[in-house]
């Protein structure tokens, strides 16, 4: 349970707190410091940001709410979520952090730390916010009460994002709790897939951000064909690929990374945990990688061998994965439905093979929809029909019908005004490594 929160101190201009940075109160406070001021961080434009926050406004409008609690944090399925799409910051230590937008006036950002780490969370995303203040040792929801008060919201009608669209997580359930009992006459409502409504076509910035990302995968992929030998292990692979993406000032969504002997295959798809096994000539690399640029994900994988191919992965290479690849690929494009993508999978099937259920799927900072598996389709009504400004990961992983073989091949792929645009140019062929 959380201390119980110390009488606010308020900002501490730098003459005062410079004297003071032995006390905790001062130091958590601090503003306006020297720090970081030589500190350069890659950020989207003004116009981007007052493009996004009219967005969500209109969208509030739409919702009759005066305000909304945008969260975001490092789940797997949110990378940050609407935090970092308002302010620019990933936030990789909390639960998620909050950016409390009304409908009128500024926004307010509720970081987790004060002190220096604060001051540097301020230089990052000074574009976008400047009310950045600290939640007080995880008081967050009692900072956004004091800003609510402050514009006069009490009585407001207030949207909760999800931090996680997919999982359906809100906020959790002591800061919901304080909200509820300090703003009794407020109306407190639970939205419903307001970002990914939001990003689903993304800007000309934003796709540049695509773009980048796609960089970083393929140079993931490159740093693995190199580093993969034998003696080497699984972690090893993993280790190199996200290198490659930290030197390109990336992030790491997450490294799918597996390996099996072709002679006798036990692997369909990469290893969640890659792990200590070590790699042998004749081995085959499976993986699926996730880079993130300035919060803009894409994703790669493409099978490695060590050693040359066997003939039966080259067969299964040439026969199904290329021709259904290249099936599901052609149907990337606007106005194309994502039901005629998943029929155009039907191709493993119908060559006797099976396959993972999912085929394709939308991104917009992180996997979202559409998903369009081998039986179904799921999404929303902003992406049934391919739009241009759509990001779309093709991912077939066809598999032998005694389920012990198969190959994971995936790109990342833009939708343009005349079809599509991969955002990578990693070779569509089985790399031989170690040699």
Same mark, same amino acid.
């Given at each position: 349970?959380?201390?119980? /929160?110390?009488?606010?101190?308020?900002?501490?201009?730098?003459? #005062?707190?410079?004297?003071? !940075?032995?006390?905790?109160?001062?130091?958590?406070?601090? =503003?306006?410091?020297?720090?970081?001021?030589?500190?350069?961080?890659?950020?989207?434009?003004?116009?981007?940001?007052?493009?996004?926050?009219?967005?969500?406004?209109?969208? %509030? =409008?739409?919702?009759?709410?005066?305000?909304?609690?945008?969260?975001?944090?490092?789940?797997?399925?949110?990378?940050?979520?609407?935090?970092?799409?308002?302010?620019?910051?990933?936030?990789?230590?909390?639960?998620?952090?909050?950016?409390?937008?009304?409908?009128?006036?500024?926004? &307010?950002?509720?970081?987790?730390?004060?002190?220096?780490?604060?001051?540097?969370?301020?230089?990052?995303?000074?574009?976008?916010?400047?009310?950045?203040?600290?939640?007080?040792? *995880?008081?967050?929801?009692?900072?956004?009460?004091?800003?609510?008060?402050?514009?006069?919201?009490?009585?407001? =009608?207030?949207?909760? %994002?999800?931090?996680?669209?997919?999982?359906?997580?809100?906020?959790?359930?002591?800061? $919901?709790?304080?909200?509820?009992?300090?703003?009794?006459?407020?109306?407190? @409502? $639970?939205?419903?897939?307001? !970002?990914?409504?939001?990003?689903?076509?993304?800007?000309?910035?934003?796709?540049?951000?695509?773009?980048?990302?796609?960089?970083?995968?393929?140079?993931?992929?490159? +740093? %693995?064909?190199?580093?993969?030998?034998?003696?080497?292990?699984?972690?090893?692979?993993?280790?190199?690929?996200?290198?490659?993406?930290?030197?390109?000032? *990336?992030?790491?969504?997450?490294?799918?990374?597996?390996?099996?002997? %072709?002679?006798?295959?036990?692997?369909?798809?990469?290893?969640?945990?890659?792990?200590?096994?070590?790699?042998?000539?004749?081995?085959?690399?499976?993986?699926?990688? +996730?880079?993130?640029?300035?919060?803009?994900?894409?994703?790669? *994988?493409?099978?490695?061998?060590?050693?040359?191919?066997?003939?039966? #992965?080259?067969?299964?290479?040439?026969?199904?994965?290329?021709?259904?690849?290249?099936?599901?690929?052609?149907?990337?494009? /606007?106005?194309?439905?994502?039901?005629?993508?998943? !029929?155009?999978?039907?191709?493993?099937?119908?060559?006797?093979?099976?396959?993972? /259920?999912?085929?394709?799927?939308?991104?917009?900072?992180?996997?979202?929809?559409?998903?369009?598996?081998?039986?179904? @389709?799921?999404?929303?009504?902003?992406?049934?029909?391919?739009?241009? *400004?759509?990001?779309?990961? +093709?991912?077939?992983?066809?598999? &032998?019908?005694?389920?012990?073989?198969?190959?994971?091949?995936?790109?990342?792929?833009? #939708?343009?005004?005349?079809?599509?645009?991969? #955002?990578?140019?990693?070779?569509?062929?089985?790399?031989?490594?170690?040699?």
């Amino acid at each position: 349970m959380n201390e119980q /929160p110390r009488k606010p101190l308020g900002p501490q201009p730098w003459e #005062v707190v410079r004297s003071k !940075l032995d006390q905790s109160l001062p130091f958590a406070n601090m =503003r306006d410091t020297p720090y970081y001021r030589d500190a350069v961080y890659e950020q989207f434009s003004p116009a981007e940001y007052a493009r996004r926050y009219a967005a969500l406004r209109s969208k %509030m =409008r739409t919702h009759k709410l005066d305000a909304i609690i945008v969260p975001g944090g490092p789940s797997h399925w949110s990378f940050g979520g609407g935090m970092l799409w308002l302010t620019g910051h990933w936030e990789w230590h909390a639960l998620c952090c909050y950016v409390l937008v009304p409908l009128d006036g500024e926004p &307010t950002m509720i970081y987790s730390m004060g002190g220096t780490h604060a001051e540097a969370v301020r230089r990052n995303v000074k574009v976008a916010v400047k009310d950045v203040r600290h939640s007080r040792n *995880g008081h967050y929801a009692q900072v956004m009460v004091e800003r609510l008060r402050e514009l006069k919201l009490e009585r407001a =009608r207030i949207g909760l %994002m999800e931090i996680d669209p997919r999982h359906g997580d809100y906020l959790p359930v002591n800061q $919901f709790n304080t909200l509820r009992e300090s703003l009794p006459n407020a109306e407190l @409502v $639970f939205t419903k897939g307001f !970002l990914h409504d939001l990003l689903v076509i993304h800007s000309a910035e934003e796709l540049d951000c695509v773009r980048k990302a796609g960089e970083l995968c393929q140079n993931a992929m490159e +740093a %693995m064909v190199e580093r993969a030998r034998p003696g080497v292990k699984e972690y090893e692979l993993r280790a190199a690929a996200g290198a490659a993406i930290l030197e390109g000032n *990336g992030d790491i969504d997450f490294l799918i990374i597996g390996s099996t002997p %072709m002679a006798n295959p036990a692997m369909i798809f990469g290893n969640p945990r890659p792990s200590g096994r070590v790699l042998q000539k004749g081995d085959m690399i499976n993986m699926e990688l +996730a880079a993130g640029y300035r919060g803009y994900t894409a994703q790669i *994988g493409s099978p490695i061998c060590i050693g040359p191919p066997t003939d039966m #992965v080259k067969k299964f290479w040439d026969n199904i994965m290329l021709p259904g690849y290249h099936r599901i690929v052609k149907e990337i494009a /606007p106005g194309k439905t994502c039901e005629e993508i998943r !029929l155009a999978s039907k191709f493993f099937r119908d060559k006797g093979m099976q396959s993972r /259920p999912t085929q394709c799927h939308g991104i917009d900072l992180v996997t979202d929809n559409p998903h369009i598996s081998a039986e179904h @389709v799921t999404g929303t009504e902003a992406d049934a029909v391919l739009k241009a *400004g759509m990001v779309i990961m +093709a991912e077939p992983n066809p598999i &032998t019908p005694d389920g012990m073989f198969g190959i994971f091949l995936g790109h990342t792929f833009i #939708v343009t005004a005349n079809g599509h645009e991969c #955002v990578d140019k990693f070779p569509l062929e089985i790399a031989v490594a170690g040699a």
